[in-house]
């Protein structure tokens, strides 16, 4: 069964390629992807690989984490299932003070 690393640090330069040769020492790659800015296309600095077993998995973790990639130090550990956030404060229609189109001085 395939085991989903995260790997956390990575340098902005790092490309998914590279990734997928690195990791592919430790064993088969099934995926390898770097998370990037929707605005801007610009790594985010982690990214995810997906080992095609548990033990090549722990193999990875052993032989990546804490060590240099493209300069930086990486972070390489077991991916965790996404969490829901709490609800984050938005636009409020009704706040006081604020109106649109009228531009005040901050």
Known sequence: MAKKLFVGGL?????EATLRETFSKAG?????????????GRSK????VEMS???E?????????GKELDGRNI??????PLEPRPQRGGFSRG????????????
């Open 57 to 65: 998995a722990q193999k990875a973790v052993e032989m990546f984490n």
């Open 75 to 80: 972070t390489v550990n077991e991916a965790r």
């Open 53 to 55: 077993s548990e033990e």
């Open 28 to 40: 088969t790659v099934e995926s390898a992807i770097i998370i990037t800015d929707k605005m801007s």
């Open 45 to 48: 600095g982690f990214g995810f």
């Open 95 to 106: 706040k006081p003070g604020f109106s649109r189109g009228h531009q005040d001085r901050w």
């Open 11 to 15: 340098s902005y330069e790092t490309t």
